[in-house]
């Protein structure tokens, strides 16, 4: 199912937070939504989620306006894994991630739906702690619990809004990897992301933001030293190695 943004226009008071938002994102896309603290990344994607309502322009789901989806409907389309998760009731990772099929349950869990979720728990190598506090986890062991319970919504769309913020390194590039396995099953991934150096190094299409506008969107070679430094008001270097591109922050100018 494709998105497209068109002529989005955002604010939570008076002063607007996002404006002139125009996109596309095709279906299993990987897409790195990156750019400064407050320039909007999060509230574009509870826009894109419709947890926020649009002021002006549309939010359209394969041509059709986001609004005319219940949220029942929705839910089965769409997840979305938020930035932080509030330290939940004493609960089993099983009932955690079970909880995602909550937009198919009518009255009671059915087999498929206790299936779906186990298959989940072991795709993401979580069978071994299913019966274990969610609470109780490690910060990377959660973030898989948060990303299998969006899984079990069984979406076409993906939202998560800095997935890999507070896991070391080795717990990223899992995500970063889990991600793009979903992509290549045709899962469409949106993520915000700090760092733009993992996110080049995985998604397809990136959308750079900053105060609010889409300062820049395209392919990865939009990750240029001189966009990085508009985008972040930084000085930065190039690294390059193995035909890869790196970008750090100007050792002059940063120590
Ligand atoms: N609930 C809210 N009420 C009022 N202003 C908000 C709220 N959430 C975010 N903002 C403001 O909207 C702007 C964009 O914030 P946000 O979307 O969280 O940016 P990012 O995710 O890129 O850091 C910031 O100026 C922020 O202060
Ligand atoms: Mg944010």
Redesign the pocket.
């Known amino acids: 199912m494709n998105i497209e943004l068109r002529n989005i226009e955002f604010a ?2 008076k002063t607007p ?1 996002l404006q002139n938002i125009n996109g596309r994102i095709e279906p299993g896309q990987f897409v790195a939504l990156v ?10 994607i509870k826009c894109i989620n419709g947890i926020l309502r649009v002021q002006k322009g549309e939010v359209l789901l394969d041509g059709n306006n986001l609004e005319t989806y219940g949220s029942n409907r929705l839910s089965q389309k769409m997840a979305y894994v938020p930035q932080t998760e509030q330290k939940a009731v004493p609960m089993s990772v099983f009932d955690a991630v079970l909880i995602g099929r909550k937009p198919y349950i009518r009255f009671k869990p059915a087999k498929r739906d206790m299936e779906i979720t186990a298959d989940i728990l072991e795709r993401l190598n979580l069978a071994s702690v299913a019966m274990r506090d969610v609470n109780k986890l490690s910060g990377g062991q959660q973030q898989r619990v948060f990303i299998a319970r969006a899984l079990a919504q069984e979406p076409e769309i993906l939202l998560l ?1 800095e997935p890999t913020a507070n896991l070391d390194l080795k717990y990223q590039v899992d995500v970063l990897k889990l991600l793009g396995s979903l992509t290549r099953q045709g899962i469409t991934v949106v993520m ?1 992301m700090h760092d733009i150096n993992l996110a080049a190094m995985y998604s397809r299409q990136v959308m750079m ?1 900053k105060e ?1 506008q889409l300062f820049a969107s395209g392919g990865k070679e939009i990750f240029t030293a001189e966009n990085v430094e508009k985008l972040y008001d930084v000085h930065v270097e190039t690294i390059h190695k193995n035909g890869t591109v790196y970008i750090v922050p100007d050792r002059i100018h940063s120590i």
């Not at 750019?35 to 574009?44: E, H, I």
């Open positions: 939570y008071d937070v750019g400064p603290n407050g320039s909007g990344k999060s509230t574009l809004d915000a933001m609010g």
